[in-house]
């Protein structure tokens, strides 16, 4: 661990820590999502028509026709 802090490491720190002690508590989890189930990926990459499709809905947003 660096013990060399500045105001943004310092705040970075912070917000871990409490990131960590909030999956402690149970108050969040971390869960993997697979590309296809990915809602985001719309947002974020080309993608084929049927994903489009899928994840638009997902958003409750209209499908591509």
Request: glycine share 4%.
């Amino acid at each position: 661990l660096n013990k060399v802090y500045n105001d943004k490491s310092r705040h970075i720190s912070f917000k871990h820590e409490y990131l960590r002690q909030m999956l402690r508590d149970g108050v969040m989890e971390i869960v993997h999502v697979r590309t296809y189930n990915n809602l985001t990926n719309l947002l974020t990459k080309p993608l084929p028509r049927d994903l489009v499709n899928t994840t638009s809905l997902g958003m409750g947003l209209k499908a591509f026709v």
